[in-house]
């Protein structure tokens, strides 16, 4: 959206009504991007399976320097790699645990947008405590997210709580 506002477009349900152009363009650029991965995928699946062969000695050093250079490059600060050490060693562990990393990362992500959307909602509530639970479904959406754990439903936590037969 904020894409958007900056070139001019105003969004919402008129867009289609003001601009019908742009709509027309998105979805053009959105079936050109599908081919074009389409594409690239067909053309590149034997170069990367050759990657597939490298051995694992080899590959996992590359892989690390390269997500060092990521952390460092985002914001120019060696914070960030101490944290991407952090996190890599916590999903290390985690893993050998049997928790499924991948979800953790997608709850952990989630979670973010969420405690980045009560700030407009507060504003446009005058700044009230309980704006967030305003709409009749999100009450109950809440009460029943804090009743579980964050990882309640996952195997492996249930695996951590009960005892070995």
Do not use: K
């Not at 050093?61 to 914070?79: D, E, M, N, W």
């Not at 009743?147 to 492996?156: E, N």
């Amino acid at each position: 959206m904020a894409a958007m506002i900056i070139h001019g477009v105003q969004p919402g349900p008129m867009l289609m009504v003001n601009q019908p152009q742009f709509a027309y363009d998105v979805v053009a650029i959105t079936l050109i991007a599908t081919i074009c991965i389409l594409i690239f995928g067909l053309v590149m699946v034997r170069p990367l399976m050759w990657v597939m062969r490298v051995p694992r000695a080899i590959i996992m050093p590359v892989v690390f320097v390269l997500c060092t250079l990521g952390a460092y490059a985002i914001s120019s600060r060696v914070f960030d790699i101490w944290v991407m050490l952090v996190v890599g060693v916590v999903c290390f562990f985690l893993r050998r645990r049997g928790f499924p990393v991948a979800a953790v990362r997608a709850r952990h992500r989630a979670g973010r947008y969420r405690r980045q959307e009560p700030a407009p909602r507060a504003r446009s509530f005058g700044r009230r405590p309980d704006a967030v639970f305003q709409p009749p479904i999100a009450g109950s959406l809440a009460a029943v997210r804090a009743s579980h754990g964050p990882l309640a439903g996952q195997p492996a936590v249930r695996r951590l709580f009960t005892r070995a037969a």
